[in-house]
């Protein structure tokens, strides 16, 4: 999701641009008032992937999102709650063959008739209410998200919705916090449900950077085989075996691999142990010794490097792939 005050057209298809580089590819903006309605068909134009418009409370939003060209809506249940609101957009969106995601966030869930039902059962609920009013007004794109920020709601609560709708999920854990604590917290719940077969787009909300958050849902993505985009880093943590300055080598590859899209996987091991197996697997890694370290490529060693050298060697290697 852009970060920008979606008024500002040029901030927000700027933003946009540094997302599609890291491999964003589809994009939601907040749409809080008419002027953000009205910057949508430039930022629209000014960008490459689908647009969507994240609309709460007034549906004259939304269907001024769908005049300007969005691809995608995104309504919250919980903030539009008149049928005949709900029935303009949806066709407005049908004439357009406009997706609707219904976006139920535990935060802002609609009231409940009940006083015993779990916020799970409230979040399937308020899902599936909706769902079911978007069938009634004869509509099917649609597309279905359930976040927290508490990991095992958004899991049990993915895991019930999956079994009662055949739409496309959007996986996320909602405000799960700073990136070093919300990249854990987003992957430990995203990655759980996509190994269960649940969820078809997903996004990583942090409180940073948002390309951080396409990075952190790309590296899920690798972590489960379900993605080949960019490289994959594999490196030991060093231990006391360790010879060479190994965790600021892994860094400064790191680094270097950050901005390349090719899929290889690289090994940057500490020593003789685990070092020369993982380095043979990788198409290009190094197994450090003291001081020097033998350089491997597509599973053969290559030559043998002086520690001054592993990263230009490393990365020649890589260039050369
Ligand atoms: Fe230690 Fe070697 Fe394992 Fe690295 S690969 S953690 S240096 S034993």
New binding site residues.
């Given amino acids: 999701m852009a970060k920008t005050d979606t008024r500002d057209a040029r901030a927000t298809i700027d933003q946009i641009k540094g997302l599609e580089e890291c491999g964003c590819q589809l994009v939601r903006v907040a749409v809080p008032d008419r002027e953000a309605a009205a910057a949508l068909p430039a930022i629209r134009k000014g960008i490459a992937i689908p647009l969507i418009a994240d609309i709460h409370f007034d549906h004259r939003l939304a269907l001024l999102a769908l005049e300007a060209g969005v691809d995608g809506l995104r309504i919250n249940p919980g903030n539009i709650r008149d049928p005949e609101h709900i029935a303009r957009i949806v066709r407005a969106a049908r004439e357009r063959e406009v997706p609707i995601r219904v976006g139920v966030n535990a935060g802002s869930l609609p009231p409940s008739k009940s006083t015993v039902k779990t916020v799970t059962e409230r979040m399937v609920d308020a899902a599936m209410e909706e769902i079911e009013l978007l069938e009634r007004l004869d509509f099917d794109l649609i597309k279905v998200a359930l976040k927290a920020f508490d990991v095992p709601i958004t899991i049990a609560a993915n895991r019930a919705i999956a079994t009662r709708m055949p739409y496309p999920i959007h996986l996320g854990i909602t405000e799960a916090g700073t990136p070093r604590k919300g990249v854990i917290r987003s992957a430990v719940g995203i990655g759980i449900l996509l190994h269960e077969g649940i969820g078809d787009t997903l996004r990583v909300s942090l409180s940073g950077d948002p390309r951080e958050e396409v990075v952190a849902g790309y590296e899920i993505l690798k972590s489960l085989d379900l993605s080949r985009r960019g490289p994959v880093l594999v490196s030991?943590?060093?231990?006391?075996?360790?010879e060479v300055d190994?965790v600021a080598l892994a860094i400064a590859v790191e680094e270097r691999l950050a901005t390349m899209e090719k899929p290889i996987k690289v090994a940057v091991?500490?020593?003789?142990?685990?070092?020369p197996g993982?380095a043979r697997d990788a198409d290009v890694g190094i197994a450090c010794g003291r001081g020097r370290g033998i350089i491997f490529r597509k599973g053969e060693q290559v030559r043998t490097v002086e520690e001054a050298d592993f990263l230009q060697a490393l990365m020649a290697e890589i260039e050369r792939l």
């Fill in positions: 030991c943590p060093s231990c006391g075996r360790t190994l091991m500490g020593c003789v142990v685990n070092g993982e």
